[in-house]
């Protein structure tokens, strides 16, 4: 079974600064897709950044990267130059041939001014 | 809709009633699935459509549980009997194709009292 495990409940940064949060999985398939969500109070799950399995590159998105280490099996979100607006809870998330997007438990983030 | 729609936004209802959620997904988005999060925790995966068939509803937690699509756009999760353990929010999401970026809804938060 596939399984997605966030072991930081929470996480805080300062403002302006680096935060990584960390991500491991597990799946049979050797084609999954990887990805991240933010959900601040609003409730609604905002895609961050996504990694397609086969790619070796880790996927950048502006101020979001990740640390893809397949052979490991994790998955990690960097967040360079903190805003206060990255405040939220952030989820890693596995896809694959079951057709489910399994979601880790969640990281509540908070920057501090 | 420029986005995945889900009413109502908020439900709150007694013990033993009947309820229904709705979803009306991003148009042409073939793949809908629904999801539910306890507070503090990670969505749960209840069911995914591929058209008007449920492809997989394995994550129905019983037989109070249940969801259509007849014209393969508009969703609705019905759930009879509700208990207070149903109390979570309900969220719905879409994706062009399976396996594609997923896009969720901002989710019904249903309360039962």
């Known amino acids: 079974a596939q399984t997605v495990t966030q072991s930081q409940p929470e996480m805080s940064v300062q403002e302006a600064e680096t935060v990584t949060l960390s991500c491991t999985y597990d799946?049979?398939?050797?084609?999954?897709?990887l990805f991240w969500y933010k959900q601040p109070p609003s409730r609604q799950m905002i895609l961050v950044i996504r990694?397609?399995?086969?790619?070796?590159q880790n996927a950048t998105e502006n101020r979001f990267s990740v640390n893809f280490q397949k052979a490991a099996k994790s998955f990690s979100l960097k967040i360079s130059d903190s805003q206060l607006g990255d405040t939220a809870m952030y989820f890693c998330a596995l896809w694959d041939s079951s057709y489910k997007l399994i979601f880790g438990s969640g990281t509540r983030l908070l920057v501090r001014p | 809709g420029a986005g995945v729609s889900q009413t109502p936004s908020n439900k709150v209802t007694e013990k033993g009633k009947y309820v229904e959620l709705r979803c009306d997904p991003i148009?042409?988005?073939?793949?809908l699935y629904w999801y539910r999060q306890s507070l503090g925790q990670g969505p749960e995966f209840l069911i995914y459509f591929q058209g008007t068939g449920a492809a997989d509803d394995s994550g129905l937690p019983n037989d109070r549980f249940f969801a259509v699509r007849p014209e393969g756009s508009v969703s609705t999760l019905k759930i009879q009997r509700t208990e207070r353990g149903d109390s979570a929010v309900y969220l719905c999401?879409?994706?062009?194709?399976?396996?594609?970026?997923?896009?969720f809804g901002e989710g019904s938060w249903l309360t039962v009292v």
């Open positions: 999401a879409s994706s062009l194709l399976s396996g594609n970026t997923i896009y």
């Open positions: 990694q397609e399995a086969y790619k070796q």
């Open positions: 799946t049979s398939e050797s084609n999954y897709y």
């Open positions: 148009s042409g988005h073939t793949a």
